[in-house]
C-alpha cells in the first residue's frame, strides 16, 4: 500500500510502531517510502486522508476536523457518539463495510470473511484435542479410524472458506445453506467430496447430532443472525463436541452463543465447547492487514489521486462508502439506526 501511494507522488506518514502488532517493523515501512511520525495525533493533524482499520476511539475525536477525508471501518449504527463527532466536526468519512459493488458484494467485507472461515477450522481443530478441552478427535482420522464429521451452517464465503480447509485436512463435511443456487455452486466446486443439504429444522437436527465440529456461518444481510441452533440440538451432540459460531458478530446462529474473546475465547453448554470470537481476523493480523491491503489498495489509490468527490464520481462503488459528509450523515440505515436526519450524498456533493 506504502510503496503503491509513494510511487504515485504521495507523501505518506506512518506512526511509529503502528504495525508492530502484524508483524511490520518501522523500517519496512520507510523501506516502502513511508516517514515515520512520534504518535497518532500528528498523523491525524498532517494528514488530507487518514487510513485505519478500527473506528476512532473518544480519544481520538478531539482530532477530527473539517474536510479530513477518513477512511476505516466504522460500523456507525450502534455508536451514536462517534457519529455525532464526524458530523459535528465535518469530517468526510467512507466506510470500508458499505462499500457496495454492483453486483451486490461488500468487497471489504470478504477478506475478513475468508480469514475467519479458514480460521474457523483450525480453531475447531485444535479444540477437539483433549488437552485443549475437546473430545481427542483427529480432524483427519487415519487409515482405519474415520474422519472427523464437520457440519458447515451457511456456505457463503466463511463458509466455503471452511469447507475448504476442512476437506483438505481430510474431515467428512456437510453443508447446509437455504440457498439452492449455492448449494448447486458448491456441488459443482467440491463434486463428491462434500454433502450438501437444503436448510430446514430437521436436517439441521440430524446433521448437528452426529458432528464433532459445527461452524455457523450463516448471514441475513442488515439483519441479525437467525437462532437456527436450539439448545435441545447442542444438547444432542456427544460431549467435547465444537461448535464455532462465526455470526457471532451478527448476534450468532446458536441459541447458546456468546460472545467471546481472544484472552477468554471458549465456554460449555451442555459439555459441548463454544468458541464465539466476534473479531476472528485479530489473531492473525499479519495475514489479515494485507488481506485487508489488497482489497482497500483500489478505492484508496482513487482517494489520494482524485479526492473524494472525483473519486465517487468515477467509483459508484465508493460513493456507497460516504458515511458523513460535510457535517450530514450520509447512510440511510446509520440515520434510521439512530433516528436521525440523513442527506444522499449526491445531493449534498
Ligand atoms: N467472527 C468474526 O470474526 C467474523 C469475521 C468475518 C465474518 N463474520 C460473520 O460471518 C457470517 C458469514 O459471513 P459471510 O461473509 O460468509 O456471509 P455470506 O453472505 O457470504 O454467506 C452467508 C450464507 O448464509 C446463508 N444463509 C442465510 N440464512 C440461512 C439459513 N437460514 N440457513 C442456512 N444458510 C443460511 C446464505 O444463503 C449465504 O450463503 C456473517 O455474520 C459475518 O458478519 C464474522
Redesign the pocket.
Known sequence: MITALHERGHRVLVETQAGIGSSITDEEYVEAGATIVACAAEVWNKADLVVKVKEPQPSEYGLFRAGLILFTYLHLAPLPDLTDALVESGVNSVAYETIRETDGS?PL??P??E???RMAVQVGAQYLERPNGGRGILLGGIPGVAPANVLV?????????AAKIACGLGANVTI????LN?LRELDDIYSNSILTLA?NSYT?RESIRISDLVI??????GAS??K?VRRDMIASMKRGSVVV??????GG?FETSRATTHTDPIYYVDGVLHY???????AVPHTSTFGLTNATIPYLLLLADRGLEAACLNSKALAEGVNTYQGHITYQAVAESQNKLWKAFAAVA
Open positions: 461488500l467485507l470478504t475478513m470473511s480469514v475467519a472461515g451452517i451457511g456456505g457463503g464465503v466463511v463458509g466455503h472458506n447446509i445453506d437455504r440457498n449455492r436448510s439441521l455457523g456461518a450463516v448471514l441475513i444481510p443472525a437467525p437456527l459460531d462465526v455470526a457471532i458478530d451478527q446462529c464465539c470470537v466476534s473479531n476472528m481476523p485479530a
